[in-house]
């Protein structure tokens, strides 16, 4: 379907455009009651949701390519069916990098501009609700007679004001894998801090995460439901330095705070069987 084509079908005055971009991506423009957004349907990637009264809530870097088959950089990439490199396929999975169809997109009563959007060939259905929360779902279906195993993420970019005067509470002693150090498992009891490259993978937490933006004033709560792991990453210098589409100083104005199933929590869903992630952020 052509952005026309999609426009007309599911589009909403003054609400919901549908538009073609100059190196062929199609991406949704929202302007809710509530919240503005951008939504790509390469991935199904929002890469942009400022609740109304606020400061961007996503980071998107300006350098990313929005071109066909090449990864965004920032926003929410969905994470599926795997997390992290694999030999020959790209960084985090097939599902950020394959169009997504529409299947539905409406103004709800309370303000928030929901859509659901469908990948069929990868069985997956996610939902988002741009409002003065941000609603994400991701539902992955097992149509085989085989069990499935995947991981699966939001890798969600946030916008931090700076980075050094950035902490997280709500992973204090979990059992993490920290991928700068040789997948070393280690916990804290700490809020975490962030003053270098920081790549850990919290496992067997269902907990919401706050990210306290110091020099930002504002705090960002983010909960989830049916995701047992919670990574953190900032990139530090040298690790933006090598990211060819990351400005050079980047990495003081993003934080991902991945809703995820990853690694030992990578999900076994039976033949038949349904799966959901939910993410509900907000910022206060
Ligand atoms: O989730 C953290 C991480 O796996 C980092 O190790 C880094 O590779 C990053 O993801 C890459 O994110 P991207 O948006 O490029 O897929």
Redesign the pocket.
Same mark, same amino acid.
């Given at each position: 379907m052509t952005a026309n084509d999609i426009q007309a079908q599911f589009g909403i005055p003054e609400v919901l455009r549908f538009e073609d971009t100059p190196a062929g991506l199609i991406r949704a423009m929202i302007s809710g009651p509530q919240a503005d957004a951008t939504l790509y349907l390469q991935g199904a990637h929002l890469t942009a949701w400022t609740p109304r009264g606020q400061q961007p809530v996503l980071f998107t870097s300006s350098r990313s390519r929005f071109e066909p088959g090449i /990864?965004i950089?920032g926003g929410v /990439?969905i994470v599926f069916p795997w997390?992290? /490199?694999r030999e020959g396929g790209p960084?985090?999975g097939f599902a950020r990098v394959m169009e997504w169809s529409v299947e539905s997109a409406g103004l709800r009563p309370d303000g928030a501009v929901e859509l659901w959007l469908a990948q069929a060939s990868l069985h997956l259905r996610f939902r988002v609700a741009l409002g003065e929360t941000l609603e994400m779902e991701l539902e992955v279906s097992n149509p085989s007679n085989a069990p499935l195993r995947f991981e699966s993420?939001f890798?969600t970019?946030f916008a931090v004001a700076d980075i050094h005067a950035v902490s997280i509470t709500g992973l204090e002693n979990t059992t993490y894998i920290d991928?700068t150090d040789a997948a070393a498992r280690k916990h804290s009891p700490d809020p975490i801090s962030i003053a270098r490259e920081t790549?850990q993978v919290h496992l067997n937490t269902a907990s919401t995460c706050e990210i306290h933006d110091g020099a930002g004033r504002r705090t960002i709560h983010v909960g989830k439901s049916g995701s047992n792991s919670t990574?953190v990453?900032n /990139?530090w210098i040298e690790k933006n330095r090598s990211?060819a589409d990351m400005a050079p100083e980047d990495y003081l104005r993003m934080l991902?705070i991945?809703t995820a199933n990853a690694m030992d929590n990578a999900v076994v869903l039976p033949a038949g069987g349904v799966h959901q992630m939910g993410a509900t952020i907000r910022v206060a």
């Open positions: /990864p950089r /990439p997390f992290g /490199p960084m985090h993420a890798h970019y991928k790549d990574v990453w /990139p990211l991902c991945e």
